[in-house]
């Protein structure tokens, strides 16, 4: 599967940003997804993740509570709403999926799970 983010850019601290993942090649429900951020001089960090179907998801303590992840299936396409950004919310955005075999209602939290990988959308958070 051939991942595409898109919709990064600036904004100002407590505003909003929606990223979008739109998937190519396979069968999108078949994967696990997620999105990971990279800052600089940093590793790639566990956003959320969300499963096959769209029942189950996960977030990290950081972002719990102000970023929503979700998928349409119909659309081939992940989304990550991010609400009431932070200086430090400023990242390259990866989208993710796994292998395609995970049993529904699984996520995964961690980069080692994920084998297919977007380009990355930088969101740039200003004080």
């Known amino acids: 599967v051939q991942l595409q983010a898109s919709g990064g850019g600036l904004v100002q601290a407590g505003g909003s940003l929606r990223l979008s993942c739109t998937a190519s090649?396979?069968?999108?429900?078949?994967?696990?997804t997620g999105w990971f951020r990279q800052a600089p001089g940093k590793e790639r960090e566990f956003v959320a993740a969300?499963?096959?179907?769209?029942?189950?998801?996960s977030y990290s303590d950081s972002v719990k509570g102000r970023f929503t992840i979700s998928r349409d299936n119909a659309k081939n396409t992940l989304y990550l709403q991010m609400n009431v950004l932070k200086p430090e919310d400023t990242a390259v955005y990866y989208c993710?999926?796994?292998?395609?075999?995970?049993?529904?209602?699984?996520?995964?939290?961690?980069?080692?799970?994920?084998?297919?990988w977007g380009q990355g959308t930088l969101v740039t958070v200003s004080s």
């Open positions: 993710a999926a796994d292998q395609g075999r995970s049993v529904m209602g699984v996520v995964h939290r961690s980069t080692s799970q994920y084998n297919y």
């Open positions: 090649g396979r069968t999108f429900s078949r994967y696990g």
């Open positions: 969300i499963s096959r179907g769209g029942g189950s998801t």
